[in-house]
């Protein structure tokens, strides 16, 4: 049975930082592309970032371009989100998902599995 659970998000104040993790079992991580996503109240679900399987590339969306970083663990089969700078607009509920393709894709819906997301709040 494949499981992602994220965990690390929690309330932090404007400028601070969060990294979160992405740990998965049932699966090795380095067979998949993985995204990351952000949900928050009322809003469609947004990629902000996305590690390829073919070269472990990233790319982010403009909204965390330059704040956001996305790294990995092997041994662990665990990825992460550095998250530096955090403004207001960041607070949302983070999810890591994972796509067997080689390369990115923008649409939630070209993913497969699913973490359970985990909340990020910045407010001072």
């Known amino acids: 049975q494949v499981q992602l659970v994220e965990s690390g998000g929690g309330l932090v104040q404007p400028g601070g930082s969060l990294r979160l993790s992405c740990a998965a079992s049932?699966?090795?991580?380095?067979?998949?592309?993985i995204g990351w996503f952000r949900q928050a109240p009322g809003k469609e679900r947004e990629r902000i970032g996305c590690?390829?399987?073919?070269?472990?590339?990233?790319s982010y969306s403009d909204s965390v371009k330059d704040r956001f970083t996305i790294s990995r663990d092997k041994a662990k089969n665990t990825v992460f989100l550095q998250m530096n700078s955090l403004l207001p607009e960041d607070t949302a509920v983070y999810f890591c998902?994972?796509?067997?393709?080689?390369?990115?894709?923008?649409?939630?819906?070209?993913?497969?599995?699913w973490g359970q997301g985990t909340q990020v709040t910045v407010s001072s």
């Open positions: 998902a994972t796509r067997r393709a080689g390369l990115c894709d923008n649409s939630y819906q070209a993913y497969t599995y």
């Open positions: 049932g699966i090795t991580l380095r067979d998949y592309s």
């Open positions: 590690a390829r399987r073919s070269d472990w590339g990233a």
